[in-house]
Each structure stands twice: as structure tokens, then as C-alpha cells.
């Protein structure tokens, strides 16, 4: 499934996936996922990625282990491990890139680098927060196309909070939060 989150700025549309991921605590209710719980969970226990509109890399790590965090916090990487790498690199089409440390790249090719981690993590649920708000028009679709391909292909459940009607029509789904709370997701389609 894949929704995107809609809604007036200070909604609460933050909030949502901030208490999804577990970086702020509800104060009722339960956040379920395949009928767990998740709320007593502590943020890395849960089953998710999360990809802001900052790419939140490493500058001092290149391209290479600013992705290979997605497998090992210490980047004790074995030969599978660094092959993955690898292919995720090529799939963002940065995969001569590797060695570049953040500062030397684009804010197009920051994006990519971020992405291609949490495409790396590989966790059932992915959680986008205006991430490629900042990005142009034409990389703006290209990675909407790559998170299209990668959602079918893994079988993830993706929350995008955004505010552009053409990321918001190719979802699934449309959830609208306004005043703290979120409206029953209702299908996606032309806004």
C-alpha cells in the first residue's frame, strides 16, 4: 500500500510519522502493525525507514559507507554485504560515485544516497517526509518512478508526506491530517 499524507502546514502530518517511527510517544491509542503494537517499541526496533527532506549524511563517511549504514551501524561490511552496496549504488545511478564524500555532490546526487540506504534496509514500511520536495521537477519524478518500482517489487508499505498533487495522485491512497488528526485514507487520484 502506499498513501500519501496531505494537509495544511502544522496539521500534524509531522507529527503522524514522527509518532510512527517512534520519536515522540502517543498519548492514547496504538499504532499497529500486522497486529503488534508498535508503540512500546523503542525507534530502531521497529520495522521501518524513514528518508527526510534532509538527506541526514555522514560528511565525514563517503558515498559508499554513508549507504552501507543501511546494513551495519559499523560498517563491518562482508563481500555480500559490500555487493549489495554496490548494486544499490548502480540502481540511483551513483555507482562511480562511491568513493566522493558528501560535500563533493550535488544535492540531487545527496538525495540518491540517502535513498539508496534506506532501499538498503529493506524494512517493510517506509516513511517519507517531503523528501524530494528540494529536488527539481525531472529528479523529482525519477526517484517517485525508483520508490515506484522498488514499493512493487519489495511489497512495502510507504507513508509520503507531501505537498506536490502529481506525488500525491500516484499513490494508492490519500490520508488528509488537519487540527492533530487524520481523516480515513480515501483513493488516490487527479486533485
Known amino acids: ?26 498519548e492514547g491509542g496504538r499504532i499497529l502493525w500486522n497486529a503488534t503494537d508498535l508503540a512500546p517499541l523503542p525507534p530502531g526496533a521497529r520495522p521501518l525507514s524513514i528518508l527526510f527532506q534532509e538527506d541526514n549524511l555522514f560528511p565525514h563517511l563517503s558515498v559508499f559507507q554513508n549507504v552501507g549504514l543501511g546494513l551495519d ?14 548494486s544499490v549504488l548502480d540502481r540511483v545511478g551513483l555507482s562511480e560515485l562511491g ?18 540506504r534506506v532501499l538498503l ?13 528540494s529536488l527539481g521537477p525531472a529528479l523529482k519524478s525519477e526517484m517517485v518512478l525508483l520508490l515506484d518500482d522498488f514499493a512493487g517489487e519489495a511489497g512495502i508499505t ?29 483513493p488516490a487520484g487527479p486533485l
Do not use: C
Open 73 to 86: 551501524p559499523r560498517l563491518r561490511l562482508g563481500a555480500d554485504e559490500k555487493a549489495q552496496v554496490e
Open 99 to 116: 568513493a566522493r564524500k558528501p560535500a563533493a555532490l550535488s544535492g540531487g546526487q545527496r538525495a540518491r544516497v540517502a535513498f539508496a
Open 121 to 133: 534496509r529493506a524494512r517493510p514500511i517506509l516513511l517519507l517526509d517531503e523528501a524530494f520536495s
Open 158 to 186: 510507504i507513508l509520503m508526506v507531501t505537498h506536490d498533487p502529481e506525488e500525491a495522485a500516484r499513490m494508492d491512497q490519500i490520508i488528509v491530517v488537519d487540527n492533530g488528526a487524520a481523516a480515513p485514507p480515501e
Open 1 to 26: 500500500a502506499r498513501a500519501a499524507v496531505l494537509g495544511p502546514a502544522g496539521g500534524g502530518k509531522s507529527t503522524l510519522l514522527s509518532l510512527i517511527a517512534g520519536f515522540e510517544a502517543p
